[in-house]
């Protein structure tokens, strides 16, 4: 009989890389990991791990159980989540991620209606970048997160984490100078490369590398035909719109993060979205918790009172 804790740290090993990386992310020694997947080969009967260099890889036959193993945890999920379904009342801890625009944007809003809808839950915020979120969640460090992806950064496939839509937003290019309003939509192609082009050789405020933003901020300078000179990275967006405000740069925003934009600031619409979604382990949006966060956090945005914030639908 194979055991689930074990075909647990296959697919963490499948997913992050190494031994090192599977013991740190769940608090195991890489003596201790590397001992249980031994077991885990030997109620396998086959080989699932080989080595390569320095590094441990998953043979054909290991990358299938980790296939089975997916299907088996989220099962498990979607038990724990009928289980937790038939005892009354919503409570107890909730581990809740969010980027970190999502903090005063909606996570407040979001605790609050928690809070009158179910006073015995016990939220529990942490900043996590969007790209370590699945991780956090089969780690059981999160529960649910508030996760988002952009236009040239499309959310990687992942079948251990699902996802539902929470709304979608414009984006904007910040530039220093003097301005009242904001211009209207463009329409995307060559209207990128028009609203980009007289920043070609502007230094540019982005954020840190390895982030979804900092990717995206690239990728839409290279379809606009040039590569931006980044002289300024910090993840913050008040600190972008503040940078840009004093000429240190152009910077791209959230609709999200404009709603304070300090004066002398040139906001331009761009033909660029950001998605936010709210996600969770596979399994588990049955969970009473984890539906509880994702109504009160659709509540939260839809109260925003922009009308160019749009929720999601339902489907």
Not at 92 to 116: C, D, H, K, N, Y
Not at 238 to 256: D, H, K
Request: aromatic residues 4%; proline residues 6%.
């Amino acid at each position: 009989m194979l055991d689930v804790r074990r075909l647990h740290l296959l697919r963490e090993l499948d997913r992050r890389g190494t031994i090192a990386a599977v013991a740190e992310a769940l608090t195991f020694t890489a003596s201790a990991v590397s001992q249980q997947l031994s077991v885990l080969e030997r109620e396998a009967g086959v080989p699932l791990l080989e080595r390569s260099g320095r590094r441990v890889v998953l043979t054909p036959a290991g990358r299938t159980l980790v296939t089975h193993a997916d299907a088996v945890l989220e099962r498990l999920e979607l038990a724990v989540s009928e289980l937790a379904g038939a005892r009354e009342g919503v409570g107890g801890p909730l581990r809740i991620g969010t980027f970190p625009s999502g903090g005063p944007a909606i996570v407040p809003a979001t605790l609050a209606e928690l809070a009158q809808r179910h006073p015995a839950l016990e939220p529990m915020v942490q900043e996590i970048d969007s790209a370590r979120v699945s991780d956090g969640l089969r780690a059981g460090e999160l529960d649910v997160a508030l996760v988002h992806d952009y236009d040239f950064v499309p959310a990687s496939p992942d079948t251990t984490v699902d996802q539902v839509p929470l709304l979608e937003e414009p984006m904007y290019l910040a530039t220093g100078g003097a301005t009242d309003s904001a211009t209207g939509p463009a329409a995307r192609g060559d209207a990128l490369a028009e609203l980009l082009g007289p920043w070609a050789t502007s230094p540019w405020i982005t954020a840190r590398d390895g982030t979804t933003g900092h990717a995206m901020a690239v990728r839409a300078c290279q379809a606009a035909g040039f590569q931006p000179r980044i002289r300024h990275q910090v993840n913050d967006f008040r600190t972008v719109l503040a940078l840009a405000a004093i000429g240190q740069g152009a910077g791209f925003v959230p609709e999200m993060a404009t709603a304070h934009a300090p004066e002398n600031l040139v906001l331009t619409r761009l033909p660029l979205f950001r998605r936010s979604k709210v996600a969770f382990r596979a399994g588990g949006g049955t969970h009473p918790a984890i539906a509880a966060f994702v109504a009160a956090a659709r509540t939260a945005v839809g109260s925003t009172g922009s009308a160019s914030l749009l929720v999601a639908s339902e489907s």
